[in-house]
């Protein structure tokens, strides 16, 4: 069984900063690409952030310059510093792995969702 677990969220207010983490569990060799999805009442899923097995790096417009996504490949884990917050940033985030496992199987796999909410 392989899992994906964020934490990191909650309540700031408008101007603050938290950082999310997404830690793989299980039969984990490797994650080979990540990606942070938000999720907001009322709206489609979006990929706010994405980092491949390169450690390259995209992201939202909306996001640009305020949000920046990381890996720690040793502890098979994710990170999104999340600075300058905003009251539209208000939703639940998802982490969304593409990762292999200790018997070579390539699986993409989703967390189960970490509420940030920003006050203005």
């Known amino acids: 069984q392989v899992h994906l677990v964020e934490s990191g969220g909650g309540l700031v207010q408008a101007g603050g900063s938290l950082r999310l983490s997404c830690a793989a569990s299980?039969?984990?060799?490797?994650?080979?690409?990540c990606g942070w999805y938000r999720q907001a009442p009322g709206k489609q899923r979006e990929l706010v952030a994405a980092?491949?097995?390169?450690?390259?790096?995209r992201y939202a417009d909306s996001v640009k310059g305020r949000l920046t996504i990381s890996r720690d490949n040793a502890e098979n884990a994710a990170y999104l510093q999340m600075n300058s917050l905003k009251p539209e940033d208000t939703a639940v985030y998802y982490c969304?792995?593409?990762?292999?496992?200790?018997?070579?199987?390539?699986?993409?796999?989703w967390g189960q969702g970490t509420l940030v909410t920003v006050s203005s």
């Open positions: 980092i491949t097995s390169g450690d390259s790096t």
């Open positions: 299980g039969s984990v060799f490797s994650i080979n690409a």
């Open positions: 969304n792995a593409e990762l292999t496992t200790t018997r070579f199987r390539h699986l993409e796999i």
